[in-house]
């Protein structure tokens, strides 16, 4: 069969950084072709030739049997190629379906928007996906998840042969992911050929046809995914070996000292109360889909939003905390869940942005401020020329790596980490893993929330499952991912 997309020989080089060095895929009509590396192994950057975003050094593309070499993404949309950004590219102040049709609006006699039909086409591509959307709402009203929709709406409303889709699972729940892959499946009936970017081997195996795997700008190899078991998978991609265990951790004895003691938090008068409490050395996972209250939660705790009521006792002693200042005062940090907008300042050095919380005062300790950096980056293999480098030219998985390492530059003895390996390879997971182990024999305790039911089981002391803002269940750590799940998505002690 014929090849409805080829890339050959594709080289592309930033300054100081050479992204592609020699990248040749092929990609045929109906086939979904998964592309795995390493975080700043070069995937987005391979898409974004693909679709006119950048122009390749060197190389050719073939698509639909003609030599293309698109100037910009318009371009390649009129002959049938979609992307869904890694990064969302929506805007914010724009509602639903004005974001779908943004850029490809529909006209009435070629001069007057068709705003019925464009409305009429959102609604019916959300029922598709499957959710359920008003699509008047202001964008920056919805959530990380509610927006990646919108993404894939805005894809699929332009006829597609060709849709890339560039990690898009690494904001949505396994439920939505489901609903993900029903319309993948759907496309793929359709004779759609795509390309899908995940870190998450399971959600590979469970839809690609293919994989290709880069290293470091090199394809390694394009073959049936199925022919590669996980750790043949693995060391493909990183070029060792790796054990795919999580750090063996000691029970928490029953009489270590609780360190964070939550009393009667409720986000809102009507909401119930929750009550938990965190002990010294301590690895808690917060478990429960999108809209159970994790991430309110812990912003209340820490003051980042106001809450109806909270009691909060640290060490024994009842404390006041009004805002994530007092919270840090306090040695209690919250790694942000959503980077863009909390976590990273785009334009800010990998240096700055690592060094970030530490501007207490006007004093500016350079010395240790490039030291601290140039340590972090190797500790968390950050992929970047050098610490000086601005954040906005980082991969996104290695902009994620910049927050942590910011976070592990304090000292801190509460950690919140709110979907700390959101877009992580799987090399660099484990070594955060190690990492969260290693702080709590230092004595630091870790609040962990997760939508990775694989990472909430593999790493947690305890797990508290919330649903409705609401704590369904406190569970030890030797619990089934059903038992999770049940509780979870409610029906055992659903009242
Ligand atoms: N605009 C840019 N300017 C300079 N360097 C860039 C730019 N875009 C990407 N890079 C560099 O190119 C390399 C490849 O980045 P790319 O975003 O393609 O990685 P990726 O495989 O998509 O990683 P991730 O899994 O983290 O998303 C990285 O070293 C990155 O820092
Ligand atoms: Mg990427």
């Known amino acids: 069969m014929v090849p409805i997309l080829e890339m050959n020989n594709i080289e592309k080089h930033f300054t100081g950084v050479k992204a592609l060095k020699d990248v040749s895929m092929k990609l045929h009509k109906g086939e979904i072709l998964a592309i795995l590396g390493e975080n700043g192994a070069g995937k987005s950057t391979l898409?974004?030739?693909?679709?006119g975003v950048y122009q390749a050094d060197n190389g050719t593309v073939v698509a639909f049997g003609n030599k293309v070499n698109f100037q910009n993404y318009k371009q390649a949309q009129k002959v049938g190629i979609s992307i869904i950004f890694q990064e969302l590219s929506l805007i914010p102040h724009l509602n639903v379906w004005e974001n779908v049709f943004l850029g490809n609006e529909i006209?009435?006699?070629n001069t007057i928007l068709d705003t019925n039909a464009m409305k009429k086409i959102t609604i019916e591509l959300l029922a598709t996906l499957g959710v359920d959307l008003?699509?008047?709402?202001?964008v920056q009203n919805l959530s990380v998840a509610e927006q990646q929709f919108v993404e894939i709406a805005k894809a699929l409303s332009v006829k597609v042969k060709i849709l890339i889709l560039d990690e898009p699972t690494?904001?949505?729940?396994p439920q939505e992911v489901k609903y993900l892959f029903k319309v993948m499946r759907l496309l793929r009936d359709q004779g759609v050929g795509m390309v899908f970017i995940s870190h998450h081997l399971d959600e590979l195996y469970e839809i690609a046809d293919n994989v290709m795997i880069l290293r470091d700008g090199i394809t390694i190899d394009q073959q049936p995914i199925k022919s590669l078991n996980k750790s043949q998978l693995v060391e493909k991609v990183i070029g060792r070996t790796l054990g795919l265990d999580f750090p063996k951790r000691e029970d928490i004895d029953k009489n270590t000292p609780i360190v964070l003691d939550v009393k009667n938090l409720q986000l809102s008068k009507s909401?119930?109360?929750?009550?938990?409490?965190?002990?010294?050395?301590?690895i808690l996972g917060f478990f429960g889909l999108v809209g159970s209250g994790r991430t309110e939660i812990v912003r209340a705790i820490i003051g980042a939003d106001a809450c109806y009521h909270k009691e909060i006792i640290l060490n024994g002693q009842a404390v006041s905390i009004n805002n994530p200042a007092v919270a840090y005062r306090l040695k209690i940090g919250l790694l942000p869940e959503n980077r863009k907008e909390e976590g990273v300042i785009l334009p800010f050095s990998v240096s700055d942005n690592i060094y970030l919380n530490n501007k207490d005062g006007c004093f500016i300790n350079y010395q240790y401020m490039h030291k601290n950096a140039t340590d972090k980056v190797k500790l968390l293999s950050i992929k970047t020329p050098d610490?000086?480098?601005p954040v906005v030219n980082l991969s996104g998985g290695n902009q994620q790596k910049v927050i942590i390492a910011r976070w592990l530059s304090t000292d801190c003895d509460i950690l919140i980490f709110d979907e700390p390996t959101r877009g992580i390879d799987v090399g660099a997971k484990d070594e955060i893993y190690k990492i969260m182990d290693e702080l709590t024999k230092q004595g630091k305790s870790i609040i962990l929330i997760s939508s990775e039911m694989e990472e909430i089981l593999g790493i947690s002391d305890r797990i508290i499952v919330l649903k409705q803002n609401k704590i369904q269940a406190?569970?030890?750590?030797k619990v089934t991912e059903a038992e999770v799940m049940a509780y979870a998505v409610g029906g055992i002690n659903d009242n």
Request: no cysteine; hydrophobic share 35%; net charge positive.
């Open 474 to 477: 406190e569970l030890p750590k």
């Open 387 to 389: 610490v000086n480098t």
């Open 47 to 51: 898409m974004k030739v693909l679709t």
């Open 271 to 282: 909401t119930p109360k929750v009550n938990f409490s965190l002990r010294k050395g301590e």
């Open 107 to 109: 006209f009435k006699f």
């Open 170 to 173: 690494s904001t949505l729940t």
């Open 134 to 138: 008003d699509i008047n709402e202001i």
